[in-house]
């Protein structure tokens, strides 16, 4: 079992920036670095979507086009913590961002059912 827990989210103006973190727990330190780690988002009454997922061993970055270029994945392994900064937001980032843990494969994946375990949730409202 993975234990993953988001935070960072808040409310921001429309150009700004916010950093989420996700903090991955419940195995041993030295598989982390082995697990893909993706960021999804969800708005009411829309599917979740692919925002941006970082392959076994930090390989691999993978991000979708509405994000890439303002967005970066990143991951530090001594904290077991995945990190996505957002610049340049926009109104329509605004949503629920999720982290979710793929611990089978090595190439990350862009689908929800690819994925294991996820997070809470952390929300990101962006304000024009």
């Known amino acids: 079992q993975v234990e993953v827990v988001e935070s960072g989210g808040g409310l921001v103006q429309a150009g700004g920036s916010l950093r989420l973190s996700c903090a991955a727990s419940g195995r041993t330190f030295s598989t982390f670095s082995s697990y893909v780690m993706g960021w999804f988002r969800q708005v009411p009454g829309k599917e979740r979507e692919f925002v941006a997922a970082?392959?076994?061993?930090?390989?691999?970055?993978v991000y979708a086009d509405s994000v890439k270029g303002r967005f970066t994945i990143s991951r530090d392994g001594a904290k077991n913590t995945v990190y996505l900064q957002m610049n340049s937001l926009k109104p329509e980032d605004t949503a629920v961002y999720y982290c979710?843990?793929?611990?089978?494969?090595?190439?990350?994946?862009?689908?929800?059912?690819?994925?294991?375990?996820w997070g809470q949730g952390t929300q990101v409202t962006v304000s024009s």
């Open positions: 970082s392959g076994s061993n930090g390989d691999n970055t």
């Open positions: 979710a843990v793929d611990t089978l494969r090595i190439i990350p994946a862009t689908v929800t059912y690819e994925y294991e375990f």
